[in-house]
Structures are given as structure tokens and as C-alpha cells.
């Protein structure tokens, strides 16, 4: 599945952003998706992931009650709803498509910047 992720951009503390992971090539139902962000001179993490009905959920201790992910099959794609923005929640973000063994397919990321 070819992922494509859009809706970054630069903001203040504080402010919301919506990302979203338009999936083409194969039906996004098939997938357990998730979004990962790495900021510079560290790791990839993992944010926020959901399974392929949207009934489990899965979120890092430090966006809990922030962020919201969620899923929409018939439009074939995944949203991440960002509020309450922190400085270190700034990195680039990534969607994933998960194929039941690892994360096996990636889009190439949207760019997060968040101002104090």
C-alpha cells in the first residue's frame, strides 16, 4: 500500500494540527495503522496506532489526552488530531500500515514545527 501524509506545518504552543494518511494502492481496512515521529538526533517513536475497525487504540504516555487517532476505510485514510501542541512534540511525522507482522509500508513524512 502506497501511504501518502499531509497536513503538517508550522504553529505555536498550544495550537492544533490535523495529519492525515491518504492510502492508495490497497484497501486501508486491511491494516492496522499507526504514526511515528522522529525529531532530529533521536530515535523514531511511535505516537499513536489503531487497529483495522477502530476499536483499539493505542497512545504514548506523553500525547495521551492530546492527541486523537482515528480512521475513516470508506476514504481510505488515517488521522491524527494534534491539540495543545508542545515544543517537543515538533519532528516529522509518519504513517505506517502494519501488515499483521511489522510496519511494513511508510508514507514520507510531514514536518511538524511548533513555536514557543
Known amino acids: 500500500v502506497q501511504l501518502q501524509a499531509s497536513g503538517g506545518g508550522l504553529v505555536q504552543a498550544g495550537d492544533s494540527l490535523r495529519l492525515s494518511c491518504l492510502a492508495s494502492?490497497?484497501?486501508?481496512?486491511?491494516?492496522?495503522m499507526g504514526w511515528f515521529r522522529q525529531a532530529p538526533g533521536k530515535e523514531r517513536e511511535p505516537v499513536a496506532s489503531?487497529?483495522?475497525?477502530?476499536?483499539?487504540?493505542y497512545y504514548i504516555d506523553s500525547v495521551k489526552g492530546r492527541f486523537t487517532i482515528s480512521r475513516d476505510n470508506a476514504k481510505n485514510t488515517v488521522y491524527l488530531q494534534m491539540n495543545s501542541l508542545k515544543p517537543e512534540d515538533a519532528a516529522v511525522y509518519y504513517c505506517?500500515?502494519?501488515?499483521?507482522?511489522?510496519?511494513?509500508?511508510w508514507g514520507q513524512g510531514t514536518q511538524v514545527t511548533v513555536s514557543s
Open positions: 494502492g490497497r484497501a486501508l481496512s486491511t491494516y492496522a
Open positions: 489503531i487497529s483495522r475497525a477502530g476499536a483499539t487504540l
Open positions: 505506517a500500515a502494519h501488515n499483521g507482522v511489522a510496519y511494513g509500508d
